[in-house]
């Protein structure tokens, strides 16, 4: 089994699932490009680029609108030189993150932060906090994450979705979030985040294990994968989980 792959297939999945289900523009011809035709590269994005012909191509069609985008690079699937040629187009690489997995059954259950309450995003309510969580962590995206959640809205909170969502609250304050997609292979948590102020008491530790441990119980994966930044490797690495490789994000805006 080739753990790579599967966490290659599952962020795939998890960048295309909503897109595909809101009718968004999805293709993927020697490149994955999803163009949400909002004006935020959080939404709109390249990868899995198989050759530099492709990557233009999709790359052409965001810059005839105008639209920003992101570009990650580190799936099997990229060509050799993909990172070397977008950083001689005058792309730079604003994140690296650790893509990684773990065996869910060897995970600990033990919470961290006892006074967190984690609820599923199941209804309009829960979905409003989730996005004003996002909102004060990514002020200068607000509009735009207002405006893609909302639209998502209703597949977000359909109960048969393969993506789910989570908010924890602390002291009644909508405190932080995470998401999990569940593909056949793996389970992937996403989007994990917490409040600057409510750092550092285990809340993002609690999100990460309560999602898998929901799609253990649940769904019976036992794969659990994620990517991680730089800061939160270490605190992966403590919960059980082992680096794969490397994710570069490459940012088009000021191109």
């Not at 962590?137 to 597949?155: M, N, R, S």
Request: aromatic residues 10%; hydrophobic residues 40%; glycine residues 6%.
């Amino acid at each position: 089994m080739n753990i790579s792959l599967l966490l290659d297939a599952n962020m795939i999945g998890k960048f295309t699932y909503l897109p595909a289900l809101m009718e968004i523009d999805v293709a993927d011809d020697g490149a994955t490009a999803i163009n949400s035709g909002i004006s935020s590269d959080m939404f709109n994005i390249i990868c899995k680029i198989r050759s530099k012909s492709a990557f233009n191509i999709a790359a052409k069609k965001f810059r005839d609108l105008n639209l920003p985008f992101a570009c990650w690079i580190g799936f099997e699937d990229d060509y050799p030189e993909c990172k070397n040629d977008l950083e001689s187009m005058g792309f730079v690489c604003d994140e690296h993150e650790s893509g990684m997995f773990a065996d869910i059954e060897k995970l600990s259950r033990e919470k961290k932060c006892d006074k967190l309450q984690i609820l599923p995003v199941d209804d309009a309510k829960k979905l409003e906090d989730f996005i004003k969580v996002y909102q004060k962590l990514i002020p200068q995206d607000a509009d735009p994450i207002k405006e893609f959640y909302t639209k998502a809205g209703k597949h977000i909170l359909n109960p048969e979705s393969s993506l789910k969502f989570f908010i924890g609250y602390l002291q009644d304050q909508p405190t932080a979030t995470s998401a999990l997609f569940l593909d056949e292979n793996a389970a992937g948590v996403w989007d994990v985040t917490t409040l600057p102020q409510f750092r550092r008491k285990g809340v993002g530790t609690d999100m990460t294990l309560q999602a898998l441990v929901h799609a253990l119980d649940n769904f019976g994966r036992r794969i659990g994968v994620l990517t991680a930044s730089e800061s939160g490797e270490s605190v992966y690495r403590k919960i059980g989980f082992q680096k794969l490789k490397d994710f570069y994000i490459l940012n088009a805006k000021a191109l």
